[in-house]
């Protein structure tokens, strides 16, 4: 090709090189602005559900920046409870610990980023799609990528804000596979070095994108015919970065699969033998098929005994079987003839295999979270399909293929609708109970988080006595009614003894929290919420031994050491109280409370200069606590 000779030659060049890049990036651009759209009413809605053990209860996420190097150094949830953790996702925290920096208590700066995360995917999910599949025309990937950007199936994980280790994990492992895709069949060039950092960043917001790393050799071998060997090579280099974050998760965790305890309230499969669980998983299998096929309706709880263990005499197993049989037979059959369906098959089915519980026993036995990567081979699918009937000569014109452009835009405007319809659900912890206690009322758990809600979002944000009164008795009915479902449900006899006690029904209270105990002696919060109620009945040496057996089991309860020093003071213990007092500083250092109390220590021990050097402190960090 020559060479321009002038100027006006040069920018003419220039000008047609690029004019296909920006119609590439219009085409990207559309699934992003789709997205953005669907989920912009989220912006304005509160924290929910997980956020509380991911962040606003989580002490070292809540010392913002300052907390970063410990999150690095302990399991996800090390700033919410003192338990052997079994999960390490430091990427996310440390977002979360960013973002209580830079807007403290805000979940609306939050949800925005969950947004752009999820548009920013979109973008990236274009680009690696139209890598794959050829440059020959961008309306396969834009149709895929539209059906992914919209799938309702995903409420939940843009939603929530603590899923942004999902969003996250997805950005990076996209840009990873798009990197290795850019090396070519290259021993080594710059693009290893971006695809190693960004399979990193991705295994430490979520370590399931290890099944991506298959993917990435299929894709080599689908799309740009490699050879078997240099497919290995170039796809092993993403076994570095894996093998990095393998090391730092077992050195934190103890091990690599970390020292946590799966209930088998979370996952119904623990303790199942025989063929019941691996029958019960398939039914589980099937109903993730359904759900990603036909999105309604959604719930984010699926717990006990929402779903039961069934056998082999189920008919819902064995349609399960044949489904995921057809798929597999229909992979294998169009491994050569038809490539991309094989490949979103065996996307599916590979992102999927984590979650199964077919071979192992994982932290749920359903959620909808859980296809948020598995549903791209869905939408793979789905697109190439739609696509593959309009297109002509390799070209997919909407205004020619009428059929299949109506037929796209009317699943998206209903995909659209239902996500737009189910984000309303998660405004807040209220909305999003009270919603799938219709479509979960079988599950305890989804009774016993309703009924907190109503204590805590109505109960005590109301003025008005009656009202309140009115938000307590509907509490207790809900936690009543997860009790009848799972008679020995810790929580829920704890959650009642509270509402008990917030009615002034103190004896109720304990004899609640006694049951509890019955139950089990490891519940931590009713020890101290036992030792609270103690203590205003001036029980102080009863309250101690519940608030020491409190932080025995969660050494970093704040609720505990507070009122344990507080107990001490008013025994006359003072070198104790002081104790427990510095304790909490130490735990939560903007906790104004705690210097106040102190130096309400140190003068009732008659220390006037060392109690003003607390309580200055504490009228620092909150002005109200200075005496008028």
């Known amino acids: 090709m020559a060479k321009p000779k002038n100027k006006k030659a040069k920018d003419k060049s220039k000008a047609k090189s690029s004019g296909p890049l920006k119609s590439i990036w219009l085409f990207a651009l559309i699934p992003a602005i789709a997205a953005i759209l669907a989920y912009a009413g989220t912006s304005n809605h509160g924290y929910v559900l997980d956020d509380s053990s991911a962040i606003t209860d989580n002490t070292v996420v809540k010392l913002g920046l300052d907390g970063v190097p410990t999150i690095w150094k302990t399991h996800y949830r090390y700033g919410y409870w003192s338990n052997a953790g079994s999960l390490y996702r430091p990427l996310a925290l440390t977002l979360f610990a960013w973002q209580w920096q830079m807007w403290p208590n805000d979940p609306g700066a939050a949800h925005v980023m969950n947004i752009l995360l999820y548009a920013i995917g979109c973008v990236v999910l274009f680009f690696l799609l139209h890598a794959w599949f050829g440059r020959g025309d961008p309306w396969l990937a834009t149709i895929i990528t539209l059906i992914f950007a919209l799938h309702p199936i995903h409420t939940?994980?843009?939603?929530?804000?603590?899923?942004?280790?999902?969003?996250?994990?997805?950005?990076?492992?996209?840009?990873?596979?798009?990197?290795?895709?850019?090396?070519?069949?290259?021993?080594?060039?710059?693009?290893?070095?971006?695809?190693?950092?960004?399979?990193?960043?991705?295994?430490?917001?979520?370590?399931?994108?290890?099944?991506?790393?298959?993917?990435?050799?299929?894709?080599?071998?689908?799309?740009?015919?490699?050879?078997?060997?240099?497919?290995?090579?170039?796809?092993?280099?993403?076994?570095?970065?894996?093998?990095?974050?393998?090391?730092?998760?077992?050195?934190?965790?103890?091990?690599?699969?970390?020292?946590?305890?799966?209930?088998?309230?979370?996952?119904?499969?623990?303790?199942?033998?025989?063929?019941?669980?691996?029958?019960?998983?398939?039914?589980?299998?099937?109903?993730?098929?359904?759900?990603?096929?036909?999105?309604?309706?959604?719930?984010?709880?699926?717990?006990?005994?929402?779903?039961?263990?069934?056998?082999?005499?189920?008919?819902?197993?064995?349609?399960?079987?044949?489904?995921?049989?057809?798929?597999?037979?229909?992979?294998?059959?169009?491994?050569?003839?038809?490539?991309?369906?094989?490949?979103?098959?065996?996307?599916?089915?590979?992102?999927?295999?984590?979650?199964?519980?077919?071979?192992?026993?994982?932290?749920?036995?359903?959620?909808?979270?859980?296809?948020?990567?598995?549903?791209?081979?869905?939408?793979?699918?789905?697109?190439?399909?739609?696509?593959?009937?309009?297109?002509?000569?390799g070209q997919f014109n909407p205004a020619k293929a009428v059929l299949p452009s109506a037929l796209l835009a009317v699943g998206l405007l209903a995909y659209g609708f239902k996500t737009v319809d189910r984000n309303a659900d998660w405004a807040s912890e209220v909305d999003l109970y009270e919603a799938d206690v219709i479509t979960s009322s079988k599950s305890a758990r989804v009774h016993h988080r309703l009924g907190m809600a109503y204590m805590k979002e109505k109960a005590l944000k109301t003025n008005n006595e009656q009202e309140r009164t009115a938000w307590l008795q509907k509490s207790m009915v809900e936690l009543k009614k997860a009790i009848e479902i799972m008679p020995k449900y810790t929580d829920a006899h704890s959650e009642l003894g509270i509402v008990y006690h917030r009615m002034g029904m103190r004896e109720e209270a304990l004899k609640q929290y006694e049951r509890t105990l019955e139950i089990s002696d490891l519940h931590y919060i009713t020890h101290s919420n036992m030792g609270s109620v103690l203590f205003e009945l001036g029980r102080y040496a009863e309250a101690v031994p519940h608030f020491e057996r409190a932080l025995e089991l969660h050494p970093r309860y704040q609720d505990a050491i507070g009122n344990l020093a507080s107990s001490y003071g008013m025994l006359g213990n003072f070198e104790k109280a002081i104790y427990w007092f510095k304790k909490g500083i130490e735990i939560a250092p903007s906790e104004a409370s705690y210097y106040y109390f102190l130096g309400i220590t140190y003068n009732n021990m008659g220390n006037p200069q060392e109690a003003k050097k607390w309580l200055d402190q504490a009228y620092q960090l909150n002005p109200s606590l200075r005496p008028k």
């Open 156 to 393: 939940e994980v843009v939603a929530n804000i603590k899923s942004a280790d999902e969003l996250l994990a997805f950005v990076f492992s996209g840009l990873a596979l798009l990197a290795l895709w850019k090396n070519g069949d290259r021993l080594f060039s710059p693009w290893i070095i971006a695809a190693l950092a960004s399979f990193f960043l991705a295994l430490a917001s979520k370590e399931s994108v290890v099944t991506l790393i298959p993917i990435a050799a299929l894709a080599n071998h689908f799309f740009k015919a490699m050879d078997w060997k240099k497919n290995l090579i170039t796809t092993a280099w993403l076994i570095l970065p894996l093998i990095a974050y393998l090391a730092l998760r077992s050195s934190v965790l103890g091990g690599l699969t970390g020292q946590g305890v799966i209930a088998s309230f979370d996952n119904i499969l623990v303790n199942v033998k025989g063929m019941d669980r691996y029958a019960s998983a398939l039914y589980l299998c099937g109903m993730y098929l359904m759900r990603l096929i036909l999105p309604h309706p959604l719930s984010h709880d699926y717990s006990k005994k929402q779903i039961e263990i069934v056998g082999f005499d189920d008919p819902m197993v064995w349609l399960a079987l044949l489904a995921y049989g057809a798929l597999a037979f229909l992979a294998v059959r169009t491994f050569r003839s038809k490539p991309i369906i094989s490949f979103a098959i065996l996307f599916f089915l590979l992102t999927f295999s984590l979650y199964s519980n077919l071979v192992l026993t994982i932290g749920t036995h359903f959620g909808e979270r859980l296809l948020f990567l598995p549903s791209v081979g869905f939408a793979i699918a789905v697109g190439w399909l739609i696509w593959k009937w309009g297109e002509q000569a």
